[in-house]
């Protein structure tokens, strides 16, 4: 019960926030790039490569292959068909190569990282449905690339625009694969509602899948500590029903049958009901 009305203040709050953000936009709960900063060396090379400011390359689909991982326990403990995890070892195993994407931390916050170590890419599995920090990746991306690593990055559309925006020319040795994607809460959000569930142990990872596929579960030192149907989780509830996202997701340019890049990875649900070969 007081879960229940903890989660209700919490949902309440949320609501609130979000109107207040409305009318003042300096208070920003999500992160932002700060153009202002570069302004000040008098390039304005931010503003100019900026993929908002700026067309977007776009690449109509031509071809769309629907696949999965033939390993059962590795599609378990991706969000889709764990084909993700499948590019990633790809890099690392066969091509020697670097990998970017992200994962929470002990802190439970979504942060982008490189690994180039199979056992680490784990930590990349599933759909976080929050924001992801992408802080100073995108300079490491360039690094690997111009010392002709092959590299791998896989991220939301916008993220993927950015990158590309960032590097200024197309590299041989990228792949990058863009997710379906319609929008994040912030990590504040995320933060506040964590807080509210006053858990008994530290929670240091969480994920939005589990036995019924969509399912708020808590992990403290990988012992299941909170696990709760995407029916009844309240931040599950807002997030499927577009609630609380970034202010222009909700009118986001990557939406969209025109992709930013040559791959993108998606959900194919329900597929198996309209083709018997699934
Ligand atoms: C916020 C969000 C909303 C989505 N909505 C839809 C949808 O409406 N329809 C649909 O078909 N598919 C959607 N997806 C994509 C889908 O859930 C799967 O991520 C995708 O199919 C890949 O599955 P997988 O099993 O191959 O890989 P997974 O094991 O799920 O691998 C996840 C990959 O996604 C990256 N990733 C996870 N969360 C984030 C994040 N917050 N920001 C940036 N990168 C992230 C990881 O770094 C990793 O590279 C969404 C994904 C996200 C993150
Ligand atoms: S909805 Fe658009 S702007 Fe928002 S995270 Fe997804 S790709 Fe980026």
New binding site residues.
């Given amino acids: 019960m007081t879960r229940i009305i903890a989660q209700v203040v919490w949902l309440a709050i949320m609501l609130v926030q979000k109107i207040v953000y409305q009318w003042n936009i300096t208070n920003m709960v999500f992160y932002h790039q700060k153009l202002i900063q570069i302004h000040a060396f008098g390039c304005n090379l931010c503003s100019i490569l900026c993929p908002i400011n700026n067309d977007i390359d776009r690449n109509e689909i031509k071809e769309a292959y629907a696949c999965f991982s033939l390993d059962n326990s590795e599609r378990k403990s991706?969000?889709?068909?764990?084909?993700?995890?499948i590019f990633y070892a790809h890099f690392i195993t066969k091509k020697n190569g670097s990998c970017y994407?992200?994962?929470y931390d002990e802190n439970l916050q979504?942060k982008f990282s490189r690994s180039d170590n199979l056992k680490e890419i784990k930590k990349?599995?599933?759909?976080?449905?929050?924001?992801?920090y992408i802080g100073k990746i995108f300079k490491d991306v360039e690094k690997d690339l111009k010392n002709n690593l092959f590299t791998l990055f896989?991220?939301?559309p916008c993220?993927i625009a950015g990158l590309k925006k960032y590097l200024r020319k197309d590299y041989k040795n990228l792949l990058t694969i863009d997710?379906?994607?319609?929008?994040?809460p912030s990590q504040k959000y995320l933060d506040e509602y964590i807080h509210g569930l006053k858990l008994k142990e530290k929670p240091d990872n969480i994920t939005f899948r589990g036995l019924n596929d969509f399912q708020f579960s808590v992990y403290s030192k990988e012992n299941l500590i909170l696990s709760e149907s995407s029916d009844t989780n309240l931040f599950f509830k807002a997030f499927l029903n577009g609630l609380f996202y970034r202010e222009n997701c909700y009118s986001c340019k990557y939406a969209n049958t025109l992709r930013v890049r040559r791959h993108y990875?998606?959900?194919f649900?329900g597929i198996r009901t309209r083709n018997s070969i699934y």
Avoid: D
Wanted: charged share 10%.
């Fill in positions: 991706s969000s889709s068909g764990g084909i993700a995890s994407g992200c994962s979504l990349y599995k599933t759909s976080k449905y929050s924001q992801s896989i991220g939301t993220q997710l379906i994607c319609h929008g994040v990875n998606r959900r649900l």
